[in-house]
């Protein structure tokens, strides 16, 4: 008889879950594939997106992702097919159309040689001359 009584209490509560989900707001969030930030085939799509997700998740919006490539997904935000785009380095060009939030996830970009080539980079002009 308990097992029936918490079935019955269970059915409602989950039609009230399935309810707010609807009455959610919906944003649509593009992706790129940019491993191991955003991409199609990782993990939760990349750590990037992950992280938006549950954030905008808990503000209480409900999202849906589209993969695209990121030409399409860059100009689908700029003309508003899209809500957000994670994972995105801001520029004054973005900053004219998109609204960038402060920084989820930090990343450090170094240039790697061979220790055998003693070099050292410093500024730019450090490679002028070297193939990149």
């Not at 009584?5 to 969030?29: C, Q, Y």
């Not at 997106?49 to 860059?74: C, F, M």
Request: proline share 6%.
């Amino acid at each position: 008889m308990f097992k029936y009584l918490m079935l019955v209490v269970l059915i409602p509560a989950l039609a009230f879950i399935e309810i707010a989900e609807a009455d959610k707001p919906s944003l649509r969030m593009v992706i790129s594939n940019w491993a191991p930030y955003k991409g199609k085939d990782l993990p939760h799509n990349g750590i990037a997106s992950d992280i938006t997700r549950q954030v905008l998740n808990r503000a209480g919006y409900s999202v849906k992702t589209e993969h695209v490539p990121w030409k399409r997904a860059l100009v689908g935000a700029m003309e508003g097919d899209y809500d957000v785009i994670p994972a995105i380095w801001s520029t004054p060009e973005r900053e004219k159309f998109l609204k960038i939030s402060a920084p989820i996830l930090s990343s450090r970009l170094v240039v790697i040689s061979m220790k055998s080539d003693n070099f050292e980079f410093r500024q730019l002009e450090d490679l002028k001359g070297k193939t990149v």
